[in-house]
């Protein structure tokens, strides 16, 4: 694998390396797309952490138990396979399907204002979670929050609790009480 910058602004992380899987240089991949194995549609693959990316090419994956394993050309042994364990998985932005008007990449929410339907500003949204429910907001209180709030948990459910996401203005309007 050669060394290449990628810049933050224009790769999307779909998932991380996990464990070691046998002495062939295979490895566990979690996936953060809808369907697991959706991840392997994508490529390039850029793996690394923080600003430190390289490519890899996958040679081959297949399903183990529940889960995927993959290995990586060029990566022979378990040794090789361990120095990659814990990576972060990502693919240039522009490999990404357009979305409808509605729909949104957890990416585009990230910072993003969350104002409710009274006005009160409830801070910006740190990152989502997903949940057997529905996706969930996090959002980081502003400083001097009048509530004393450090972070706020709001159900991402279009129509009930979020009312307007426009991005342009860098705002998420929601129906949710400032006080919760």
Known sequence: MTSA???TTERVILGTIGAVYGIKGWLRINAYTEEASGIFDYAPWY????ESWQPAEVSQWRWHNKGLVAKFANVDDRDAAALLTGMEIAVPAHLLPELDENEFYWRDLQGLRVVNTEGYDMGVVDHLLATVANDVLVVTANAKDAFGKRERLIPFIQSQYVVA???EAG???VDW???F
């Open 5 to 7: 910058a990628v810049s």
């Open 47 to 50: 793996i690394g952490k923080g």
């Open 177 to 179: 009480p400032a006080d």
């Open 171 to 173: 705002v998420i309007t």
């Open 165 to 167: 996401v426009d991005r």
